[in-house]
């Protein structure tokens, strides 16, 4: 069983910064399409940042754009999720998902892309 894990989350206040960790065991992200979601309390699940597996192209939510950077660090087979300037709105659980069938794109909104799913890591803002 192929499954991500997510590690970073904590309690935070508005405007700090964190940053979420996606790793893998027994097999190698930089051949995905890796996608951050996050699930807030009564909410659909949406997407947040992806960056693809051929290029590193990389698509924001418009809520995100400027505030959250997605990055890759293929020697610790780990893919990022910096966030700063946290707003009470972005409280969420923090999920990664692996897509291994896109190349040069990666989908932000297309949650049916993506096969691997991790447990989630809980991102709490504080105002």
């Known amino acids: 069983q192929l499954q991500p894990v997510e590690s970073g989350g904590d309690l935070v206040h508005s405007g700090g910064s964190l940053r979420l960790s996606c790793t893998a065991s027994g097999f190698t992200l930089d051949y995905f399409a890796i996608g951050w979601f996050r699930q807030a309390p009564g909410k659909e699940r949406e997407g947040v940042a992806c960056?693809?597996?051929?290029?590193?192209?990389?698509l924001y939510a418009d809520s995100v754009k400027g505030r959250f950077t997605i990055s890759r660090d293929s020697a610790k087979n780990t893919v990022y999720l910096q966030m700063n300037s946290l707003k009470p709105e972005d409280t969420a659980v923090y999920y990664c998902?692996?897509?291994?069938?896109?190349?040069?794109?990666?989908?932000?909104?297309?949650?049916?892309?993506?096969?691997?799913w991790g447990q989630g890591t809980q991102v709490t803002v504080s105002s």
């Open positions: 998902a692996g897509d291994k069938h896109s190349g040069y794109e990666c989908g932000v909104h297309q949650q049916i892309w993506y096969t691997y």
């Open positions: 960056i693809s597996s051929r290029n590193s192209t990389t």
